[in-house]
C-alpha cells in the first residue's frame, strides 16, 4: 500500500504515569481517518484492566479520572492490543506527542506479543503544529493550546483517551486542510 493511500492511527492513550517501562495504559482512544478525504474510517474506545496500580502516581490517576467502578469492565492488554492491532492494520501511528503514546503503545506491543501490522513511519502533531503555526504568536504549543488557537474546544477534564484521539483529529484536519 502506498504511503499516501494509508489510512492514518491518531491515537491517544491514558496511563498510570510517565514512564512506560514501570506504568501502563489504562485506556486507548483511536480514531482511524481516511488520508485523503480525512472522514473517520473507524474508532475505538476502550478502557483497559491494570495489573500495577501500585506504581501508578496519584497525578496520574485524578487527570484520567481512574476508578475502580468505571473500570469494572475493563478488558486485559492483551484484548486491547489485539483489536487496536486489527484496526490500526496498515495504517500510520500519529499523536499529539508521539514519543509519550508511542512509547507506551510499542512497550504494550511487545509486551503482549501482538503484533505490531502499521506502517513504521509515525506522525508527530506537535512538530506539524509547531511548523505551521511558529509564525502565529503562539507560545505553546500542546494539544489544548494548539486546539485553543485553531477555534477546537480543548480536551474536557478528566481526560479520556476517546476526547484526546478526537481533539487530535480535529487538529490534524486543520493543519492539513
Request: proline share 4%; with cysteine; glycine share 4%.
Amino acid at each position: 500500500m502506498k504511503i499516501l493511500e494509508r489510512p492514518i492511527a491518531i491515537t491517544d492513550v491514558e496511563t498510570t504515569g510517565l514512564d512506560p517501562t514501570i506504568q501502563e495504559i489504562i485506556e486507548v482512544g483511536l480514531v482511524l481517518v481516511n488520508q485523503q478525504t480525512l472522514e473517520i474510517i473507524d474508532t475505538l474506545d476502550v478502557k483497559v484492566r491494570p495489573k500495577h496500580l501500585e506504581t501508578a502516581t496519584e497525578f496520574a490517576l485524578k487527570l484520567n479520572g481512574y476508578n475502580a467502578i468505571d473500570w469494572h469492565n475493563a478488558l486485559a492488554l492483551q484484548a486491547v492490543m489485539l483489536i487496536y492491532s486489527a484496526k490500526a492494520k496498515d495504517a500510520i501511528f500519529c499523536a499529539h506527542n508521539v514519543t509519550f503514546d508511542w512509547s507506551f503503545i510499542l512497550k504494550a506491543f511487545n509486551k503482549t506479543g501482538v503484533e505490531n501490522l502499521m506502517d513504521y513511519h509515525p506522525i508527530d502533531l506537535f512538530t506539524m503544529a509547531l511548523m505551521k503555526l511558529r509564525n502565529s504568536g503562539l507560545e505553546k504549543f500542546n494539544m489544548n493550546e494548539v486546539a485553543k488557537y485553531l477555534g477546537i474546544p480543548e480536551e474536557p477534564m478528566p481526560h479520556r483517551a476517546i476526547n484526546g484521539a478526537m481533539t487530535a483529529y480535529e487538529i490534524y484536519k486543520r493543519l492539513v486542510s
